[in-house]
């Protein structure tokens, strides 16, 4: 329909990785164009003035950040036969509680397994875990987050799966093990064709983690 | 929509907390009752341990015996709820724009001003930069809107009640004026325009009290500090 639309993205991002099975999801095409985040380009800086972050989405020249409300985005401007949200105004609410609590209990921990050091880089680890059970109490007997279709909870969490093994060998523990569940649902996600054309190979990001650590001057 | 007196609407809050009064101003706006429920945030009641294990914090909605916690996500859940006098725009993408920056209130602002509480000297001034450096954003965003959210009240001028009564009365009391006018003069005729909006105005805390109350907790963390 002549649509244009762009994804300025960096293919280790997790928070990218949700954008891409989205906009894969709806079979919308889009330009992806991958930024150096170490020299960003005038683009990233002009299209998000405020963040200066990845991904940004431009959808016919306009603009939109914050990888979870591209995902609600393209839900709404393509709504298509399989909604990423619920239609009923209680179950949205959950979907987007969960992925709150992905952008805001998640996330932090995951920095402090590779990030920090020491004591921090345990407490860190063990938030993780203990972040994932409640995840995976929630997630219980259901095929997806969102039940019987892959939706807008399994697109928040599931760029996480991909660096699972890069924590995992990184801290020597086993999310397996701590979470076997969680791991199940992992597997019937990747089986996904936007899943598996938007998520970097688990290998790739392991191999990936020790020049982000000497990118960000970690020793 | 069911008939609202076939609704049962309860909020766990805290009067002086700006998060359970955005969803005051949200449930008046749509002429929804509901019955307050005052939480003490230092002794946690078990209600609202059942009805938020995840977090255990306010503001928590509860419709029909259903709860919902996070502040923005109650928000939109009323705005789905009960469609009259919108909150967020209709298209989406002045919904994800009216999201982004809800959001920077809540992740940018907020969390800058927090980082001033109790800090004195170098510090606190470096604190109020970085507050002030995210608050001209809010100021560019005014430029020619009489709400954050154009002509009327909206999602963003909801959550950025944060700004315009607790940040700014804030100012007072640490002896720095955080959001002074001669470089904030956007803001200031915005905060003129939510104190002429009935609900916004029946939906803060009242200033007195307010204050007091803000002084007390300046004066309880010094005394930690020292």
Known sequence: MGDEVILLDYWPSMFGMRTRIALEEKNVKFDYKEQDLWNKSSILLEMNPVHKKIPVLIHNGKPICESLIQIEYIDEVWPGKNPFLPSDPYQRAQAKFWGDFIDNKVYGPTRLIWGAKGEEQEAGKKEFIEMLRTLEAELGDKVYFGGETFGYVDIALIGFYSWFEAYEKFRNFSVEEECPKLIAWGKRCVKRESVVKSLPDSEKITKFLPQLREKIGIE | MAESRSEEVKLLGMWVSPFSRRIEIALTLKGVPYEFSEQDITNKSSLLLQLNPVHKMIPVLVH??????????????????????????????????????AKFVDQQIYVAAMKMVGKIGEERDAAVEATRDLLKLLEKELVGKDFLGGTSLGFVDIVATLVAFWLMRTDEIIGVKIVPVEMFPEIHRWVKNLLQNDVVKNCIPPEDEHLKYIKARMDSLKIKSV
């Open chain 2, 64 to 101: 029909n015996g259903k709860p919902i916690s996070e502040s923005l996500v109650i928000l939109e859940y009323i705005d789905d709820t009960w469609p009259n006098n919108p909150i967020l725009p209709q298209d989406p993408y002045d919904r994800a724009m009216a999201r982004f920056w």
